[in-house]
């Protein structure tokens, strides 16, 4: 019997032994092609010597001081080197130890901003239904997924949403890709008029959707209109790419592709690549102004803040990303695996639709490819293709679940970047055993 609390599932998981490059290995000796990272975590793939190494010197020098009486060389080396590649007009980072907490960091910064600029009812947060934004409580509030949501409702912080920009299930046939985007964007203004903008205090949104959507990207125009409508009304707007950030979409910054910035930027995942657990918010110098200016801190904290070693590793990680290239091949090999998935599957009975940008990408699997009518849910096609693809030694990371009464199954693929062309053909191959074997 595992006495370890979150083993969720009552099937007898393998022990994993070991990993080397973009396999991970059991006690049982059996092997996996890692398909997606975990969950979009493993950019770098397993046994990087450069991050153990740039660890192990940390651990040497010092593994921990906390940040209420030190500050250390490789939290402020790694927060000079995301502000010298953020977006325009991010300066300040905030480092945590992961996704939830960076977007629990951003929902209480948004917060004293607007106390410290003297507009205390501006508390209420928009976001989307397509969405997920952690599973602490302020950031279960605000993501969009019912399933996660619903048993601990009601919960602390206001928020409503709005529809997610969802191509292939909303667009009308009569309308252009560009129109579609600005229709669902300007339902952002339309929310902000019936909570009132002087409430509304910020817009959350995962530039491209991971845990809900299987890699949903948005159509152009979107995000520009969202950010113009921000403005407007004086709202911050939060880009979530706690998942789809550090070169996953092949850009080391997802929003980049959209051609806007953020007031807060949350990231996670892949900025430690799986080497150690570190999240960061970015915000604004105006964002940091306001709160330098009034209280003087922001009022927040965890004992692992900038924790030395997660930095070190994460500064490894993230030279590599830049200055080794990786970036770059992760919108390379991304371009190849999509075509490869489009080549192998994209006439497919059961597949609706493949989609994503780098290497991000999703499938969502249909019963019926006319209608887009979804698999009966009681099947649990994603479950099950899950399932059939470990079985087959490759890690696919599934989802289904119902958005706004329309059911969907979905895998998100996210492979190390270090994919090679092979690679490439032994997850699609492995990939076809596992739909032959699932689908009807
Ligand atoms: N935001 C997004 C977009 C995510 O995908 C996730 C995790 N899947 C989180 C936040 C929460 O991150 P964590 O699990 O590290 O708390």
């Not at 949903?216 to 707007?237: A, N, T």
């Not at 979530?240 to 979409?249: I, W």
């Amino acid at each position: 019997m595992s006495h370890i609390f979150p083993r969720h599932t009552k099937s007898n998981l393998p022990t994993v032994d070991h990993g080397k490059g973009v396999y991970l290995f059991d006690t049982e000796g059996k092997c996996y092609l890692d398909g997606s990272g975990g969950a979009a975590v493993s950019c770098l793939g397993h046994g990087d010597q450069d991050v153990i190494e740039a660890i192990k010197q940390q651990l040497d020098a010092v593994p921990f001081a906390h940040t209420s009486f030190f500050t250390s060389k490789p939290a402020e080396a790694l927060a000079d080197k995301l502000i010298a590649h953020a977006p325009e007009g991010l300066d300040r980072v905030y480092f945590v130890s992961g996704g939830s907490e960076a977007v629990e960091s951003a929902i209480k910064l948004a917060r004293q901003y607007f106390l410290e600029i003297g507009q205390p009812q501006r508390r209420h947060i928009i976001a989307r239904r397509q969405s997920y934004h952690g599973n602490t409580l302020g950031a279960l509030a605000t993501g969009g997924n019912l399933w996660r949501r619903e048993p601990f409702a009601p919960l602390m912080i206001d928020t409503s949403h709005i529809s997610p920009c969802y191509e292939y299930r909303d667009r009308k046939e009569d309308e252009s890709a560009f129109d579609y985007g600005q229709r669902v964007a300007n339902e952002l203004e339309d929310e902000i008029l019936r909570v009132g903008a002087e409430n509304v205090m910020a817009f959350f949104a995962e530039p491209v959707v991971g845990a809900t959507a299987g890699a949903l990207p948005p159509v152009e125009g979107y995000f520009k209109r969202i950010r113009e409508i921000c403005d407007q009304y004086g709202i911050l707007l939060v880009l979530d790419e706690v998942m789809c950030g550090m070169g996953r979409t092949g850009t080391l910054f997802a929003c980049e592709q959209d051609g806007i910035a953020p007031d807060i930027l949350t990231t996670a995942k892949g900025l430690g690549a799986g080497y150690q657990p570190i999240g960061a918010m970015i915000c604004t110098d105006t964002i940091y102004k306001a709160i330098e200016d009034g209280t003087g801190f922001f009022q927040h904290g965890h004992t692992y803040i900038g924790h030395p070693t997660a930095a070190a590793g994460a500064l490894a990680v993230l030279t590599k990303l830049t200055d080794g290239g990786l970036v770059k091949r992760a919108a390379e090999t991304g371009t190849k695996l999509r075509a490869a998935l489009d080549d192998a599957f994209g006439t497919h009975p059961y597949v609706g639709d493949i989609r994503g940008r780098g290497m991000f990408l999703g499938i969502e699997f249909v019963e019926d490819k006319e209608s887009k009518k979804p698999f009966d849910p009681a099947l649990a096609t994603a479950k099950h293709l899950k399932k059939a693809a470990f079985e087959a030694g490759l890690i696919c990371y599934p989802m289904s679940g119902t958005i706004d009464g329309k059911f969907g199954d979905h895998i998100l693929l996210a492979p190390p970047f270090i994919y090679e062309d092979a690679h490439i053909e032994e997850l699609v191959g492995k990939l076809k055993i596992a739909m032959d074997k699932v689908l009807p």
